[in-house]
Each structure stands twice: as C-alpha cells, then as structure tokens.
C-alpha cells in the first residue's frame, strides 16, 4: 500500500490509499509522493480532540486546529463561545473572492438583536506574537522570507520568527483562521471568525490576531457564491449561509469524531519533503524552481 497526492481544492494535500506494485526504492526520484510513501507512523499525529472545532453548515463539516501557543487567551475564549452554543444558528457573512471567509452574528452592530455573550469574553487584547516554547526547535526554511527574517512551521502552523529578538508570530497563509476586529487592536475577541481563502495576506501578519487553521473542509468554504456587497459581505440576510452549530471534538461521541492525521513538522521525512517540493521531479515538470515560499507548503493530512 502507498499513499497518492491529490491537490484538494483545500489546499491542503489529502492522501488517499492505493494499491501500488512495488515500494519506492533508493534510486525513485525523490518526490512529494515518494516521501510521503516511507513515511512511518511517528512521522504523522493525531491532533488533540480537545484543540479542533468542527463546524457544521448544508455543504458539510469544516475542521479546525486551534494552536494555543499563537493566541491562548483567544483559543480559551473561542472555545468558552462554542460551548455556550453561541455561533449556533448564526452565519456566514462574507465571501470575498481570493481572500477570506468570515462568520458571526450579522446583527452584532445592532445592540437590541445581538446574540447574547453568556459566559465568554466580548473583547480582547490582540495576541500578535509570541515566543517558541523552550523545548521547541524553529526550523527556518532554507529560502528566506519577502515579510520575516525568518519563515517555517510550528505544528502544521506556518510562522515568522525574529532571531534577534526571540519573537515569533503566526503567517497568513492559506486556511488559517482569525479573530475578526474593528480599527482597536482590541476590539476582537474571537466571535467573529474569518478564514483565509487566497493568496496569502502576508500584510496582515501582527495586525490581527490568527489562532488555528483548517485541516479539512476547506473545499466547502472556498466554493461558496461570492458576496456581492463591499468587501464580499451580503447584503441580504437570505443570501447568507446559516451555520447549524460548531462544537468542540471532544465534546461529541466518539464516533462524531474527526479522524485525521497530519504531518508533523518537526522531522527529518518532513524536512525532506519540504527538499521535494522545493526541487519538483516529478515526469511532469521541466523546470525545478529551487526555492519554496512558505505559503506554498500546504501540509499532508490523511
């Protein structure tokens, strides 16, 4: 058995089981697929139940990674949100083409018809940066980076790092999931929601507060009718789409589950798979470009 690339409409490579005649050998170019083939058991993880939201809409189930280390006092209050059911029933608000989907409640400006915030927090400090853990070695992509000194990943998480100061912050690449905010810095807290669904924002970086990024279904965001008003909202509450609810995977039955793995970041198959996508082999390509962007490196469920 090996596992096959297919290029979602996620962005996010899915690994599908096919049945294959030989394993690769030492003389198989070294390709995405090829890489991913003798990947081991302890090459992937199984994100925790307790860190990812499942969002529940017609078109189907979206699941997110949230990463306390980028935003904690955020993915705390995001998940304070969820189990008071309050992005139950709300929606969808805007669709705007080759840059993000967002959702909340629609009348959030309207005191007299705003949902209710029971339990958790209306605002909050925005969480722009943050330092690695101390048990944690950062990884820099080879190429450098065009917004950061340096780029690589934390966790399936795309990030930038300032080795003078220490600092790191979290990058807008594509399915990665933020807090919505007026012009104040804090004026965000997490109930309304956005999705980067184009080219990476880079401009945005540590000007909003970014928490966790989808890991499936992302297809089911991006393929949503664009919003016709301003900056892709809607303009018309029957053309925006109602999300049934979105509930903490640990708080369903087991069953309920998502069931998914994801490549880890911090190991020698992933480091070189990054070398695999950065110098193309496959039959296909005639050109290798030598280099990879970080934005360009959607990670490998299965």
Not at 7 to 25: I, W, Y
Not at 71 to 90: I, M, S
């Amino acid at each position: 058995m090996r596992y096959a690339l297919s290029a979602c409409l996620s962005g996010v490579l899915v690994l599908t089981g096919c049945q294959s005649t030989k394993a690769p050998t030492q003389d198989a170019p070294l390709t995405s697929a090829t890489v991913l083939a003798s990947a081991q058991a302890e090459d992937w993880r199984r994100p925790d139940p307790e860190n990812l939201l499942c969002l529940d809409f017609a078109k189907g189930r979206v699941v997110i990674e949230l990463l306390p280390v980028l935003a904690p006092r955020h993915v705390a209050n995001v998940k304070a949100l969820v189990r008071e059911g309050y992005f139950d029933g709300l929606a969808i608000v805007r669709v705007q083409d080759n840059y993000v989907v967002q959702w909340g409640d629609p009348n959030a400006e309207d005191k007299a018809k705003a949902k209710p915030i029971r339990t958790a927090q209306h605002h909050l400090p925005a969480e722009l940066e943050f330092r690695f853990p101390a048990s944690t070695v950062f990884h820099p992509l080879p190429d450098g980076d065009l917004y950061a000194p340096q780029a690589g990943f934390l966790d399936g998480m795309p990030v930038a790092r300032d080795p003078k100061t220490g600092l790191c912050w979290p990058i807008h690449s594509y399915g990665m999931v933020g807090a919505g905010r007026d012009n104040a810095l804090d004026s965000g807290g997490g109930a309304e929601m956005y999705v980067v669904s184009g080219q990476a924002p880079r401009h945005l970086d540590r000007n909003v507060t970014l928490f966790g990024r989808v890991i499936q279904g992302m297809e089911r965001l991006t393929s949503l009718p664009r919003g016709p008003g301003p900056m892709g909202f809607f303009e018309k509450a029957e053309d925006r789409i109602p999300i049934h609810l979105i509930r903490v995977a640990a708080d369903l039955p087991e069953s309920e589950r998502p069931r998914v793995e994801i490549l880890r970041t911090d190991t020698v198959t992933f480091r070189r798979w990054v070398e695999a996508r950065r110098h193309r082999r496959e039959e296909w390509f005639h050109h290798a470009a030598g280099r990879i962007d970080v934005s360009n490196l959607p990670i490998p469920s299965r």
